[in-house]
């Protein structure tokens, strides 16, 4: 796919991290961006900032996504790009010792199911809504293609820590998504891929940094090669090749320092 003025994209959750990192990619090679997330201010800050267009979206709603499309295709046209960036989970161990009452304690099953709503679920409203605008819209070049989908998974859903199985758990159900998504949509030449990212220095990761800069000395080094946390801008990157290039399709893709996560 070329990527240049005359395509539009979705990117959600880019109003900070990987999301605004994907955004600002996409703008600069003159791609038309439209912004989904929550935080209004700082959406509206980097739609500015990018020429693009912020719509406040809840990806956990399925009428505050469908209004969202609405708008940026109201200013941009049909995407054909999805950057799904956004994420809504939950945490804690599946059995946990409560000092209180002095026994073990199970984490509740609604934890599980938020992260399923905000991971999996969202993954597929957000991709499937997408999906549905490119196949109504014609082919972009000679291989027939009509857009791409970029999910966002996580090196957490390979190499799980302590205390991510909602995570962990919601973002190996991404993984096990792409591949018949892509199958799904083959015959409307419409690409699906995930990117599972390691340890990143987004605004989370820095504030570590800040607060306990040991711990994130430790982080830094424990990735084998290069011995940093990611930089957004490579995530971004990342991004616009799976757009640019349309051989990419039906993959799970580690960008992570060949980092491989420790029990904790």
Do not use: W
Not at 139 to 158: K, P
Request: charged share 20%; net charge neutral.
């Amino acid at each position: 796919m070329k990527i240049d003025n005359t395509i539009a994209a979705v990117v959600t959750g880019g109003a900070s991290g990987l999301g605004r990192a994907s955004a600002e990619a996409l703008a600069a090679a003159g791609v038309k961006v439209a912004i989904f997330d929550v935080n209004e201010a700082g959406g509206e800050e980097v739609a500015k900032a990018i020429g693009g267009v912020f719509c406040k979206v809840d990806i956990t709603s399925e009428d505050s996504v469908v209004a969202g499309f609405e708008k940026a295709r109201a200013a941009h046209g049909q995407e054909r790009v999805l950057v799904h960036c956004a994420v809504v989970t939950g945490g804690g161990k599946t059995i946990s010792f409560d000092k209180d009452s002095g026994r073990y304690k199970r984490n509740p099953t609604e934890m599980i199911a938020r992260s399923a709503e905000g991971i999996f679920t969202a993954s597929y409203r957000l991709a499937s809504h997408a999906a549905l605008g490119m196949a109504n819209s014609d082919a972009l070049n000679e291989d027939g293609e009509r857009g791409c989908i970029i999910l966002t998974s996580s090196a957490a859903s390979q190499d799980g820590q302590i205390g991510q199985v909602a995570y962990g758990g919601g973002k190996g159900a991404v993984n096990s998504m792409v591949l018949p998504m892509a199958r799904d949509l083959m015959d409307l030449g419409i690409r699906v891929n995930a990117i599972l990212p390691g340890i990143f220095a987004t605004p989370p990761m820095l504030a570590v940094q800040d607060r306990a800069p040991a711990i994130f000395a430790g982080l830094e080094a424990s990735v084998p090669f290069p011995k940093r946390l990611g930089k957004p801008a490579e995530f971004g990157s990342l991004v616009c090749e799976l757009a640019r290039n349309t051989y990419f399709n039906g993959q799970c893709i580690r960008l992570d320092g060949a980092i491989r996560m420790p029990p904790k």
